[in-house]
């Protein structure tokens, strides 16, 4: 008798397994042509050719794909989705010729969002970021790093981490999340007193709430020397560590970051020579973030071809914020990669799927199809992996599982 799966998918144009320890490159996706994946308590079982598959196992559910492409679930590893109000006036702003800095300064940007933010209920925060998760599922996302951020204070910043902890128990997606309290400036504090709250005995409360900390270092929010301080404490408190750095300034953060032992460095449009290098050897993921200079009309994007040449693992995410990408589509930030940062397309899909896994410490269960690892399965209304940017702009989505059940 066959052993049985809970589910077969079969009958696909490709199936991308994106095998981990394969490099990036045109060999990259593990493409098994006509492929069909087995799963099993929300695990892939075996892959390999339908006729294969169909053959080897009996399955309680059985969907043909009608040949379309099969491929893991995008992996969303940098957003900030948990925020009140909206700045769409800026957009306005912004097409006058005021920059994203120049709109901090004035009292706008983040601040109108702190605001926002701080005076929301949670239930309320956490409903406006369950319709935004759904978006992100509707367009191939199954796993979100979520920050906080836009509380700037104590109380404001734990409601935040409380709401992600809820979307993690109430979506259907998986939620990593990760604490940003320095983010900016607060205008109602001191940078004396911000410093003392970020390094001090709350960050250990923080821990309980969120994985990750991270730091915005850039001109007009953290020093380099600040952010050395604060992910030193982090470190010792037990977070993993993140940072952004590098998106309007070459600062150093990535590389210092780097020698702390940061899982990733975020941004990085600008880098210090020899950043890559040291990013290289301490391992840490340089996540890209496109959408961001396309929707601040930047002329410069994060050069992902010299990372890669570095040895640098890269990854793609939509950085969905309200004020510099409103964007929940990972499918986009792959046209990005590919038109904008340098990438191939295999590349561009590997930093959407396993290098977005890598930069949550998650790459040994997600971003691939290998057997073993979690069944977060698309099944795209495409035939090739590069129609993904060609049809840029469209949603390709027609199937979405997470640990092998069907949320879309």
């Known amino acids: 008798m066959k052993p049985e799966a809970d589910l077969i998918i079969h009958n696909s144009s490709q199936l991308l397994t994106i095998p981990p320890n394969s490099a990036f490159g045109?060999?990259?996706?593990?493409?098994?042509?006509?492929?069909?994946?087995?799963?099993?308590?929300?695990?892939?079982l075996e892959t390999g050719s339908s006729a294969g598959i169909l053959s080897r196992y009996c399955a309680r559910e059985t969907i043909d794909a009608g040949g379309r492409l099969l491929m893991p679930g995008f992996v969303d590893s940098h957003t900030h989705?948990?925020?009140?109000?909206?700045?769409?006036?800026?957009?306005?702003?912004?097409?006058?010729?005021?920059?994203?800095?120049?709109?901090?300064?004035?009292g706008g940007g983040i601040h109108s969002t702190v605001k926002a933010t701080r005076q929301a209920s949670q239930e309320?925060?956490?409903?406006?970021?369950?319709?935004?998760?759904?978006?992100?599922?509707?367009?191939?996302?199954?796993?979100?790093?979520?920050?906080?951020?836009?509380?700037?204070?104590?109380?404001?910043?734990?409601?935040?981490?409380?709401?992600?902890?809820?979307?993690?128990?109430?979506?259907?997606?998986?939620?990593?999340?990760?604490?940003l309290g320095a983010h900016s400036l607060p205008k109602d504090r001191h940078r004396e007193k911000v410093m003392k709250d970020l390094t001090g005995p709350s960050l250990r409360d923080f821990r309980l709430l969120s994985e990750y900390c991270d730091v915005f270092c850039e001109e007009g929010a953290?020093?380099?020397?600040?952010?050395?301080?604060?992910?030193?404490a982090a470190k010792a408190a037990g977070f993993g560590l993140k940072i952004h750095a590098g998106q309007f300034n070459a600062?150093?953060?990535?590389?210092?970051?780097?020698?702390?032992?940061?899982?990733?460095?975020?941004?990085?449009e600008e880098l210090v020579p020899g950043e890559a290098k040291l990013m290289a050897k301490h391992g840490t993921v340089a996540v890209l973030l496109p959408g961001v200079p396309f929707f601040l009309q930047g002329k410069k994007y994060a050069d992902g071809r010299r990372l890669i040449d570095a040895g640098v693992t890269v990854a793609l995410a939509t950085d969905y914020n309200p004020g510099s990408c409103p964007s929940y589509?990972?499918?986009?930030?792959?046209?990005?990669?590919?038109?904008?940062?340098?990438?191939?397309?295999?590349?561009?899909?590997?930093?959407?799927?396993?290098?977005?896994?890598?930069?949550?410490?998650?790459?040994?269960?997600?971003?691939?199809l290998m057997p073993g690892m979690q069944a977060d399965i698309l099944i795209l209304n495409l035939e090739k992996p590069a129609e993904i940017p060609y049809y840029f702009g469209t949603n390709?989505?027609?199937?979405?599982?997470?640990?092998?059940?069907?949320?879309?």
Do not use: W
Request: glycine share 12%; hydrophobic share 45%; net charge positive.
């Open 251 to 268: 600062l150093g953060g990535a590389g210092m970051a780097a020698s702390l032992g940061a899982v990733s460095a975020d941004h990085l």
């Open 222 to 232: 953290f020093t380099l020397e600040e952010s050395r301080t604060i992910l030193t």
């Open 396 to 408: 390709p989505v027609h199937r979405v599982f997470k640990r092998g059940l069907k949320i879309l």
């Open 26 to 44: 045109i060999d990259s996706l593990g493409a098994i042509p006509g492929g069909a994946v087995a799963v099993k308590n929300g695990l892939v």
């Open 329 to 368: 589509s990972m499918p986009f930030m792959i046209a990005l990669g590919v038109f904008q940062c340098g990438l191939t397309v295999s590349e561009a899909i590997r930093a959407a799927t396993l290098g977005g896994a890598s930069a949550i410490n998650r790459e040994d269960r997600i971003g691939s």
């Open 81 to 106: 989705l948990i925020h009140g109000g909206d700045r769409t006036g800026e957009m306005v702003m912004r097409l006058k010729g005021a920059t994203y800095l120049e709109i901090l300064k004035t």
């Open 124 to 179: 309320d925060l956490t409903a406006r970021a369950l319709e935004r998760l759904n978006h992100m599922a509707d367009h191939g996302t199954t796993t979100v790093e979520i920050k906080s951020g836009y509380g700037l204070d104590t109380a404001a910043e734990r409601k935040i981490l409380k709401c992600a902890a809820s979307l993690n128990r109430s979506s259907a997606l998986e939620i990593v999340s990760t604490y």
